[in-house]
């Protein structure tokens, strides 16, 4: 049974009987005639119930879900921050009650929970503005006892973090390799990769702009649906300008790898020994195999860049270049391979017309 179609009963059941409630309660009016009181809280019933059918997702559901996506963007420290000062405003609110409640009334009635709230508002507001502040008790917490523990633990058990470009964010494929598990590890996207991608969302030019929207889609997508951990993290590195440059030396401090499909960032990276994943070779490593001499069919699309070539397209995205092609636009035609050209930024795949026999 889906969670919305719970809801709504949930809300029928809560509306409904705060309706009647109402109802009942409007009956003691006495100007109202006693011949339609069962009416009138009958009425109230059923206003409530629909009420509460219909709006029951709304008010539940949907605040609920988006909560859930703004603490997943939230870094870790601004979450504790904002728990510890939750806690002691709270703390703070309780100590002032009892001298508040001495009050005379009413005042003594409504200000002990006035304090209190206020007290967690402020403590909550103040220590997310300044997660700072409590800079000394997190780091006490999270590196000192706890550390020990971590070092204690079985090698291997801690698998190190990934850290995602901006251009393997927009590509897509992210998405469906997380699904498949292939993926270990945290997935961390760092908030001037972010920013840089909203840039490209904000674009004036349409295609930057599409490619810019559909990563941010990708990611709330990578958010919701992956079952590896995704997290956003503040963390910057200072002095350095350049999103690449902060996103190389932002792994070697966590001691985690990049995952791209940015050919210069990929040599960058494995020139200062930093773990590189990239989703091209990926894809290249799990491709049809095809060696010179092998004859496949193909169907030529276009013409090439070179005289008299034809250019088609094998299932997996492949450009095979057919040599003395272009006669052949628009057929399906047996070809041999002559050569095969293959980088991490693709593969290319040469052939001639003829089965080779």
Do not use: W
């Not at 709330?220 to 993290?233: C, D, F, I």
């Amino acid at each position: 049974m889906e969670i919305t179609f719970i809801l709504r009963i949930v809300g029928l059941i809560i509306f409904g009987s705060a309706g009647a409630a109402l109802g009942i309660q409007i009956t003691e009016i006495p100007s109202i005639p006693q011949a339609i009181h069962l009416y009138v809280t009958i009425a109230g019933g059923v206003i409530g119930a629909l009420f509460g059918f219909i709006f029951m997702p709304r008010l539940t559901l949907k605040p609920f879900t988006g909560l859930r996506r703004a603490i997943q963007q939230l870094p870790a420290p601004v979450i504790f921050s904002a728990a510890a000062g939750l806690f002691l405003g709270l703390a703070l609110g309780a100590i002032a009650a009892y001298p508040l409640s001495l009050l005379p009334r009413p005042l003594g009635q409504f200000l002990p929970f006035l304090g209190a709230a206020a007290f967690g508002y402020i403590g909550l507001t103040v220590t997310t503005m300044r997660p700072d502040l409590l800079q000394g008790l997190r780091e006490r917490l999270f590196h000192g006892e706890t550390l020990t523990v971590t070092k204690s633990a079985p090698e291997g058990q801690c698998k190190p973090a990934v850290l995602l470009d901006t251009s393997v964010i927009i590509d897509g494929r992210i998405a469906d390799i997380c699904r498949t598990g292939f993926i270990q590890g945290e997935l961390i996207v760092p908030l001037f990769v972010l920013n840089e991608l909203q840039h490209v969302a904000d674009s004036a030019d349409t295609l930057r702009r599409n490619r810019g929207r559909r990563g941010l889609e990708i990611l709330r997508q990578l958010q919701e649906e992956s079952p590896v951990p995704v997290r956003l993290t503040d963390a910057d590195v200072p002095g350095v300008r350049e999103v690449d440059d902060k996103l190389i030396a932002l792994a070697k401090e966590l001691g985690g790898s990049i995952l791209t499909n940015d050919y210069n960032l990929n040599r960058v990276a494995e020139l200062q020994a930093v773990p590189v994943l990239n989703v091209n070779e990926l894809a290249n490593a799990v491709k049809t195999v095809l060696l010179p001499g092998e004859s496949f069919t193909i169907h030529v699309l276009q013409a090439g860049k070179e005289q008299n070539q034809g250019v088609g397209y094998l299932d997996d995205g492949t450009m095979v270049v057919v040599e003395e092609g272009m006669r052949y636009i628009g057929e399906t035609i047996d070809v041999t391979v002559s050569k095969i050209l293959q980088t991490a930024a693709g593969r290319m795949i040469f052939a001639r017309p003829g089965n080779g026999e």
